[in-house]
């Protein structure tokens, strides 16, 4: 449907002004098919289809490409668990694990699913994590080994593999577990290896460079917390560390480790991630210490260490900013059901922050706070929101929307929520997982 510009503008500001009178009176808009041709597109959205292939698709439901075909006979939920997929930062090309004569291979394609490349295989070392370094040159792959192969002991080794494939990959490292974090536009990474259980000898803080095998091990004991985080403006580095006086305290450091400023100190666990600017810093305090416990969510300000926002929520076991870091969106654990039925299970609310004056707002779905029951796969990355948030995004480009994988029945859905919350839920297509472009 193509209407001419001067018709397209007028009909936009008309539902403009409708959908801005009905949000301040409360009011949620029923999803238009007619909204959806006139509104602006931002990027593209890449997910994983329930036939276990990796699409993209924009934020209207059209222009659907299908880049994989490999799935064969294949177990679903063997695929489901190694399809990892990612996409580089200027958002134009796309990385997928694939499968090829009883390997597992990675390739990169363009957002069309042109000019595909192969530029790993490997038939005892299986997937886990993906991820491109910030400037967009090669491509972190964290592999789990054949436990066959290690005696049932788990090893997981992190590889650098030239998104060009001019130059073979290389291991940069092995141990068990391996959280990382880029340095911006370089081809450093600070590493956390091992078990945060204070009782781990071979547990470290680390700063590894792609193309030398030297580890500069940072004189610190790690404390209660899994991914680190490299400031955005590459200044600083953010860990969780038993201090001089004896406590667990979240820290900035220099590139040498040593500490510049103590952002809080806690008991048991954090988890904690940068605002795209540098300028805060969002933290999960939690009593507990499995990976994706819940707490209550505050935002620090760097500079000054005030503490700018806490939820009065306990239960949030999530959060991720937006690309220019006006906004957070955080997940809350919320009962799904009728109150005092048999039918009640946990599901998960969420809540937008408005950082500049750092107020919340709730999306509705049929006048009721919006609750989604999540697919495996976004629960997975709701427990790991913190290394996903330094390489992945749920929000579009322009902040206007979040896409979510919701379970509707035994299918998962890929759903669309406005930040404002004016209209409801869109649903692109059936769906495990999904990830925004950059651009």
């Known amino acids: 449907m193509h209407l001419p510009t001067f018709i397209r503008n007028s009909l936009f500001f008309i539902l403009i002004l409708a959908s801005a009178g009905c949000a301040a009176s409360g009011v949620t808009l029923p999803e238009s098919q007619f909204l959806r041709v006139l509104e602006r597109k931002a990027g593209l959205i890449a997910y994983l289809g329930m036939d276990g292939n990796v699409y993209t698709i924009d934020q209207a439901g059209q222009d659907k490409v299908q880049l994989t075909d490999d799935v064969g006979g294949l177990p679903l939920d063997f695929v489901y668990s190694a399809r990892r997929f990612a996409w580089a930062p200027e958002g134009s090309r796309l990385a997928y694990v694939g499968f090829s004569e009883e390997e597992w291979t990675l390739q990169v394609s363009t957002a069309d699913g042109s000019e595909p490349a192969r530029l790993f295989g490997s038939n005892s070392e299986t ?43 290389t291991l940069l490292l092995e141990g068990y577990p391996i959280f990382f974090s880029w340095e911006p536009d370089g081809d450093r990474a600070l590493v956390h290896t091992g078990l945060s259980d204070g009782e781990n000898p071979d547990e470290r803080i680390s700063i590894l460079t792609i193309g030398s095998e030297f580890e500069r091990n940072l004189e610190l004991e790690p404390a209660g917390f899994l991914t680190p985080a490299w400031a955005p403006d590459g200044t600083g580095l953010l860990m969780a560390i038993n201090d001089a006086r004896g406590r667990n305290a979240l820290v900035v450091t220099n590139l040498q480790g040593q500490t510049r400023q103590t952002l809080v100190t806690f008991e048991t666990s954090i988890t904690f991630t940068w605002s795209p600017d540098s300028r805060y810093v969002g933290y999960i305090d939690s009593d507990r210490t499995r990976q994706g416990a819940s707490g209550h969510l ?100 322009d902040g206007e929307y979040v896409v979510l994988s919701a379970l509707s029945g035994n299918q998962g859905v890929i759903l669309l929520v406005t930040v404002t919350g004016n209209r409801e839920p869109r649903p692109l297509d059936t769906g495990l997982m999904a990830f925004w472009s950059g651009e």
């Open 127 to 169: 997937p886990v994590f993906l991820q491109w370094t910030p400037n967009g040159l090669n491509l972190a792959l964290l592999t789990q080994a054949d436990p066959f192969l290690t005696e049932g002991i788990t090893r997981l080794g992190l590889r650098s593999i030239p998104a060009d494939g001019s130059t073979p990959d």
């Open 298 to 397: 505050a935002v620090v300000d760097v500079g000054t260490g005030e503490i700018m926002f806490q939820s009065e929520e306990h239960l949030v076991h999530a959060f991720t900013w937006s690309p220019d870091g006006s906004q957070l969106i955080y997940f809350t654990q919320e009962l799904v059901g009728d109150e005092g039925q048999d039918n009640l299970m946990w599901g998960v609310g969420i809540h937008f922050l408005d950082t500049d004056g750092w107020e919340t707002h709730h999306p509705r779905l049929g006048g009721n706070p919006f609750v989604f029951q999540p697919t495996p796969l976004f629960r997975q990355y709701l427990l790991t929101f913190d290394q996903h948030q330094q390489g992945a995004t749920i929000w579009s480009p």
